[in-house]
């Protein structure tokens, strides 16, 4: 019975996971619903969107029209009046496309400078389509989820037996799943799927399929030349081969002749975006100065892109990280401030200013700026910003919960923000963080091994000794070590209470706490 549990476990479960997939008619293992995807899609759509540079609005034309050959293309979708489907154009060079649960698709600036027709953006978009109406994300969740749900059952089974973006390069604490959602390799099955049915949706949307051809050639040929933004972009889980060209000629041969390819019409509509490509080319180019600590070159880039094209908010927003990287934060501040003028609802620029205007100590006005950059995207950044607000207010409880929540980011500000945690509670709870324990040298003398487990050297450790002497008695008595004792190493405190020639009967005689120790600034 025990050696049939597991396997009968898992086979429930893959059975009550299975459902019909919408899109190709067969079974596939899925644990989640349509309400799943849509939650998940309409959470995460926001948040995700911010941390990848937020929406392009410098032409909204150019957004209104992807709009419309989405909308164009979800029309043919199986699960239309199920799932929700929005488009929207990512202000991000990398050229790049992804799909969350529910239908919530976006297409990067840098690609959509790519493409050479309004049939190649439709084969982009009807590839994410697929994507989001053959519930691939909540399929490749299941799989993981079928995976834990085995490693489980093989527990219980074997249990029966026995146990500086200089300015962006921002800690955002956008949710796992999302992150985990948009980057994920589909696989080549969920690959050939999205190719093949998005295809489809293009002919029956009245697209020329022969678009999808050329979009596949054309990744082939970028691959083949390795430009890093798209091994990083698309290609990093879109992964393009000659198959795939093969097989989209294939299922273009299979599909009605003719169909709209709008050409003319893409270039006409993306004219615009096309012209200022050397802008953005320059902002990336100071991006790179600005991380390599070459702000000269930065700031002549940056001037570059804003004479192109002053309405980016990006690039004023460029502008305020070359000054406050040189610490001149007021004009900091004020390229900032146009920045929101230009764009309202792009989380960074209101952090970047909260973040100069706490070093000018304009704290009040600090505060709005970094509640407001929260409520577009949490960042590792404004939860240490803000608890250093919050205990400078005297607000302690609320301090450490931004603090708690900023030591959750493994990044420079996450480790900044421990360090405050420690600061705040090392007094209060110094076992905590300073652990000990009684040992036997060679020679038998009792000494505590103290180890410091805070992530900043602490000092004044005492320890708390009680031990029974020779007579039977309870005594008790402090050893203090003045260190300092640096993060992660340890030390020897001899305790002076003589020999124990049985090293068995150290446990029973001897027992060491701590009881006070101090951050060593």
Not at 9 to 37: I, M
Not at 271 to 296: G, M, S
Not at 320 to 348: C, L, P, T, V
Not at 447 to 471: E, M, S, T
């Amino acid at each position: 019975m025990r050696k049939l549990f597991a396997p009968v476990l898992l086979s429930l479960w893959f059975l009550a996971g299975c459902s019909v997939n919408p899109v190709t008619g067969e079974r596939n293992l899925n644990f989640y619903g349509a309400d799943w995807e849509q939650n998940i899609g309409q959470q995460m759509y926001a948040p995700m969107r911010q941390s990848q540079g937020g929406d392009y609005i410098v032409d909204p034309a150019v957004a209104s029209y992807v709009q419309s050959v989405g909308s164009r293309l979800a029309a043919q979708a199986k699960r239309n009046g199920q799932l929700d489907f929005e488009f929207h154009v990512l202000n991000d060079s990398t050229p790049n496309a992804w799909a969350l649960p529910g239908g919530k698709i976006v297409i990067n600036r840098g690609l959509l400078t790519e493409l050479q027709s309004e049939a190649e953006l439709a084969a982009v978009l009807g590839h994410e389509i697929v994507h989001a109406d053959a519930a691939h994300g909540a399929r490749a969740q299941s799989k993981g989820v079928f995976t834990q749900v085995g490693m489980m059952a093989a527990m219980i089974y074997g249990s029966s037996k026995a146990e500086s973006r200089a300015g962006q390069q921002v800690a955002m604490m956008v949710p796992q799943l999302g992150a985990q959602l948009i980057t994920q390799k589909y696989g080549r099955d969920a690959e050939r799927e999205s190719d093949y049915y998005g295809m489809q949706y293009m002919s029956q949307a009245g697209y020329d399929p022969q678009g999808a051809v050329d979009l596949q050639q054309t990744f082939v040929k970028l691959s083949e030349g390795r430009r890093s933004d798209w091994i990083s972009g698309l290609f990093a889980s879109h992964p393009p081969s000659q198959e795939r060209v093969q097989n989209n000629k294939e299922t273009a041969a299979s599909l009605p002749d003719g169909g709209d390819l709008g050409r003319q019409r893409y270039q006409q509509k993306m004219a615009y975006l096309k012209r200022i490509a050397p802008a953005y080319e320059a902002h990336d180019k100071a991006r790179k100065a600005l991380a390599e600590d070459k702000p000269q070159e930065a700031r002549k880039l940056a001037r570059e892109a804003l004479r192109k094209e002053p309405r980016e908010a990006l690039f004023h927003a460029l502008s305020g990280d070359i000054h406050a990287s040189q610490k001149r934060y007021q004009q900091a501040a004020n390229a900032y401030s146009a920045a929101i003028k230009r764009d309202s609802n792009f989380f960074y620029h209101y952090l970047r200013r909260g973040q100069v205007r706490h070093e000018l100590n304009r704290f009040e006005i600090a505060r709005q700026d970094l509640e407001k950059s929260m409520q577009l995207l949490p960042t590792a950044q404004g939860h240490y910003l803000l608890g250093n607000l919050e205990r400078r207010a005297g607000r302690m409880d609320s301090a450490l919960k931004h603090y708690q929540a900023a030591a959750q980011s493994n990044s420079a500000v996450g480790k900044q923000a421990q360090r405050e945690l420690v600061l705040m509670d090392l007094p209060s709870n110094p076992q905590n963080y300073v652990k000990t324990r009684a040992q036997l040298d060679s020679s038998g003398n009792i000494y505590a091994l103290v180890g410091n487990q805070a992530p900043v050297a602490v000092k004044n450790i005492v320890v708390r000794v009680a031990w029974v002497d020779n007579n039977g008695q309870v005594r008790e008595t402090n050893r203090q070590y003045a260190g300092p004792l640096a993060a992660g190493q340890t030390a020897n405190l001899p305790l002076r209470l003589g020999r124990l020639s049985d090293p068995n009967q150290l446990s029973q005689r001897v027992r060491v706490t701590i009881s006070a120790a101090q951050v060593a600034e």
